[in-house]
C-alpha cells in the first residue's frame, strides 16, 4: 500500500512542466485515493457515475474531479456540478445534453472532445474529420454553459510503439489544426489529453498535456 505515493511520485517526476496528471482511481477504494491525496494529487478520474458519485463525499473538497468514461445522457445531471472537467465528449447529442443541464444547474461545464483514433471498433470519439467539422461549422457558439478546453483520445491497444506514435500524432494533429488554424479565438482551448500507464511518456513526447495514468499509481485494478 505504501507504493501508491512513491509510485505517484516517480509519475510526477518525468513529467515535464506544463504536463498534468489525471490520477485514475477507477476500481479502487478510497483508501488508495487517499495516499495519492495525502502525496500531494488533486485530480482524480473516474469513469463510471455511480462510483464517482459515492467517493465524492469520502474524499476531501478540493478534489478535482474528472470523469473519463462512457457517459450516457440520462446519467449526466449527477455529473455536472460535480465536476472539474468530462474528457470523454463522445458525441454532440452528449454534448448538447452536457450544454443544457449545465444551464439548468447555473454552472459552465470544461469538457474535452474524445477523438476515435484507435484501431478498435470499441473505442468511441469522433473521428477526425467529425470534429474538424464541428468546428469548422462554429457549432461550439451555441453553447451555453460549456467550455471545451481541447481534445482527448487513446491510441491503439498494441505493443508496435510506430502505431502509438502515430496515433497521438494524429490526435495532436487535430488539437493543433483547431487552435491555430480553424478556431484560434476559442479561448482556453489549450489540453491535450493522451497517454496511459503503459504508453504515457510517448504521449509527452507527442504532445500530450495532459496524461491519465491508473495502474501505474494505484497497480491492477480488480473488476
Ligand atoms: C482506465 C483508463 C485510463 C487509465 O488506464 P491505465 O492503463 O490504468 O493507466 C486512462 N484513460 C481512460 C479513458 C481510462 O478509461
Known amino acids: 500500500m505504501g507504493g ?47 462510483e464517482l458519485v459515492a467517493k465524492i463525499p469520502q474524499m476531501p ?21 460535480r465536476v472539474s472537467m468530462i474528457e470523454s465528449v463522445d458525441s ?15 454552472v459552465v461545464t470544461r469538457v474535452l472532445m474524445q477523438l476515435h483514433v484507435a484501431a478498435e471498433e470499441t473505442k468511441s470519439g469522433f473521428t477526425p474529420e467529425e470534429l474538424l467539422d464541428y468546428f469548422r461549422g462554429r457549432r461550439f457558439e451555441s453553447l451555453k454553459a460549456t467550455h471545451i478546453c481541447g481534445v482527448m483520445g487513446m491510441a491503439t491497444n498494441t505493443d508496435d510503439e510506430k502505431r502509438i506514435a502515430e496515433d497521438f500524432e494524429s490526435i495532436a494533429r487535430v488539437f493543433d489544426t483547431i487552435r491555430t488554424e480553424i478556431a484560434p479565438d476559442l479561448r482556453g482551448f489549450d489540453t491535450v489529453s493522451m497517454g496511459m500507464s503503459h504508453d504515457y511518456p510517448l504521449a509527452v513526447s507527442c504532445g500530450s498535456t495532459m496524461v491519465r495514468v491508473g495502474t501505474g499509481i494505484f497497480g491492477e485494478r480488480e473488476y
Not at 477504494?29 to 457515475?49: D, H, K, T
Open 4 to 50: 501508491i505515493a512513491s509510485n505517484l511520485l516517480s509519475v510526477l517526476a518525468t513529467l515535464p512542466e506544463g504536463v498534468t496528471l489525471t490520477a485514475v482511481s477507477k476500481f479502487h477504494p478510497v483508501e488508495a485515493l487517499m495516499e495519492a491525496y495525502v502525496a500531494g494529487q488533486r485530480v482524480f478520474g473516474e469513469s463510471r457515475v455511480q
Open 92 to 106: 454532440e447529442r452528449l454534448l448538447d445534453k452536457i450544454d443544457a443541464e449545465s444551464a439548468k444547474a447555473g
Open 61 to 81: 473538497a478540493d478534489v478535482r474531479w474528472h470523469f473519463i468514461g462512457h457517459l450516457q445522457t440520462n446519467k449526466v445531471r449527477q455529473v455536472v456540478g
